[in-house]
């Protein structure tokens, strides 16, 4: 099985390639790029387009939200970032995607550290050239061939920003997750009137905790009792 970047580096679907393509963004004519260094960086927008019409912005300055959308699992993400630069112009605008899986008996398998899962690089834009002040770089993802077999997904999505004083600004990470929801049973004991019902563990919010304690530390084999979560129902006794 191909490791995790491998199979996001197969689904790349960039719709601006390079130059000033048709797929680029039109209305900003590039600019000469002044030779001092005016040391300013550029802006960078990072936009998480779910399968079910929700839409994630990520900046440098964002709050990212502590449950984020989950992913489905037989949906596509996309993923759309875009350089602003009005001094220097934009030299590159690169996605980041970092896909992590559990296994069912618990086990994980990392991401291994790779490099830009989607890029739009102009080489000429240097001091004393051209270069446009917007450029953006897009990216669709398949949560089904992300995750294959394994029973929880963990997908750490990014954006940087260089313009052409090679200058560089990145969003914040935002950690994206799916997990495979085993069908829910109950305890086999007698039920009264008026008996409470016994508590029933949330496998998504446990899967999530699990991959970060992992991440944490890898030796990690247990969950604080806080970690996990139970649905309304009682004391979890017969």
Not at 7 to 20: N, Q
Not at 84 to 101: H, K, L, Q, V, Y
Not at 150 to 161: D, I, N, P, Q
Not at 198 to 222: E, H, W
Request: net charge neutral; with cysteine; charged share 15%.
């Amino acid at each position: 099985m191909n490791p995790p970047h491998r199979r996001l580096t197969l689904l790349v679907l960039l719709l601006c390639t390079g130059g000033y393509g048709a797929s680029c963004l039109t209305g900003t004519p590039p600019i000469s790029v002044p030779t001092p260094d005016p040391h300013t960086h550029p802006d960078v927008v990072l936009d998480v387009h779910f399968a079910q019409g929700q839409i994630l912005t990520v900046t440098p300055a964002a709050n990212v939200p502590e449950v984020p959308p989950q992913l489905g699992a037989n949906g596509e993400i996309s993923l759309v970032a875009l350089c602003t630069d009005n001094d220097s112009g934009c030299r590159n605008i690169e996605i980041f995607a970092e896909a992590t899986t559990t296994n069912a008996n618990g086990s994980v398998v990392p991401a291994a550290p790779g490099p830009a899962v989607a890029e739009n690089l102009n080489p000429n834009a240097t001091p004393g050239g051209t270069a446009s002040q917007k450029r953006n770089a897009s990216i669709k993802l398949s949560v089904a061939q992300l995750r294959g077999t394994s029973a929880g997904l963990k997908l750490e999505v990014s954006a940087r920003a260089t313009n052409a004083h090679n200058e560089q600004w990145n969003t914040k990470q935002v950690s994206l997750f799916w997990s495979h929801q085993a069908p829910l049973t109950l305890p086999n004991c007698p039920r009264f009137f008026g008996s409470v019902r016994a508590a029933v563990l949330d496998s998504r919010v446990v899967t999530i905790a699990l991959q970060n304690a992992k991440a944490a530390d890898p030796g990690k084999t247990t969950l604080p009792p806080s970690s996990s979560s139970t649905r309304p129902g009682g004391t979890g006794t017969c």
